[in-house]
């Protein structure tokens, strides 16, 4: 598995794991794997004890954080709106809308701002939002910054340099891939469609070659889709010199997935999910639920932008998470970002344990290659 990847981020598998849990990260990277923490949702001051956190477990071994940096969302002329802000501009419409889903579901009121659910009127998208995280993760050792959503600003990609930081950054096209490798990103991400959070409409197994040979030689990680050894293995024949994997952690001992939609994860199949402006007001691949379905009706409102849509439904999604293990209309609309590869989440395991199964599950194939190859298959 010695690529350049693993190379220059110093570790002995190629195989980077995203994930907004501190846990799963140092697993992770633990195990000889990269853990990236996802840091959208976090206050300045989560993440600077998540990061010293990690840093501890971690002991010398590299990890990265990843923040949301969207060319394009609601008040980027004055450089980003705050909370209240945000608030003044939900429109009457689609509050109630999302009242009546409530009511309907027959979802208790009242829910703790900083509960469970609760962090999607706090995606910290803008400039004003994202450098106090940026100057929070500088600050510690990281070993990589990713950016998706936007190409990362030059003075981001300046700063990163400086601290011999590498920079990544998440592409669902060629095109993006090309604006991110003109913009002096370090490592590209090309991520399919099937994967879980935002995401474009190629997938993977058409995206990968084709952004290799365009951003050639900058390197490429493939994601989307992957979360087994066969998988990284089909990765790596289409050019890509690592994988970036988010879904698979999500049915890990260590994720902080709400236990109802946890187990939601593991009955799924791989058509249980779709693609949904429903949570952030831009397509995320997640879950199918009671809560999609409302917003794929034909009567039902437009999502608002990035990040309106977020502050809309934060308070909705924090109620679902309080009840839904005990209210039957929560439990129907509970749902969360994942990929296709959901249909594969069959039963929680340590980190550790889905980080050896793959690489392991890798080796077998290359060796069945090899043999194959030499006419012993
Ligand atoms: C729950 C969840 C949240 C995500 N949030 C982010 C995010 O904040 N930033 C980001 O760059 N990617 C995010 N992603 C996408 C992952 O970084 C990754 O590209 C994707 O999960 C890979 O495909 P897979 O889900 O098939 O493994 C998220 C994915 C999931 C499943």
Known sequence: MKTRVSERLGVEFPVLAFSHCRDVVAAVTNAGGFGVLGGVVHTPQRLEIDLAWIEEQTRGRPFGVDLLLPSRYEGADQGGLDRDAVRQLLPPEQQAFVDDILLRYGVPAGADPDGEGGSLDLLRVSPKGYEPLLD??????????????????????????????????????????????????????????????????????????????????????????????????????????????????????????????????????????????SL??????????????EWAREDAPTALAMPIQGALVADAQRRIARAAASSPGAERLANYFVGQVVGRLDRVRPARHVLIDMVTEYADVVERFAAEARGQG
């Open 136 to 277: 929070v993760a500088f600050a510690h050792r990281i070993a990589l910054i990713a950016s998706a959503l936007g190409a990362p600003p030059p003075a981001l990609i300046e700063r990163a340099h400086a601290a011999g930081v590498t920079v990544a950054a998440l592409a669902g096209t060629v095109a993006h891939a090309e604006r991110h490798k003109a913009a002096g990103v370090d490592l590209i991400v090309a991520q399919g469609t099937e994967a879980g959070g935002h995401t474009g409409e190629i997938a993977t197994m058409v995206l990968v070659p084709d952004v290799v040979d365009a951003v050639r030689p900058t390197p490429v990680l493939a994601a989307g889709g992957i979360a087994s050894g066969r998988q990284i293995a089909a990765a790596f024949a289409l050019g890509a010199e690592g994988v970036w994997c988010g879904s698979v952690w999500l049915a890990t001992e260590e994720a902080e997935t709400h236990p109802v939609v946890k187990r939601k994860f593991l009955e799924a199949s791989a058509s249980d999910t779709v693609r949904s402006r």
């Open 280 to 293: 952030t007001g831009k397509p995320a691949r997640m879950l199918r639920s009671a809560w999609t379905d």
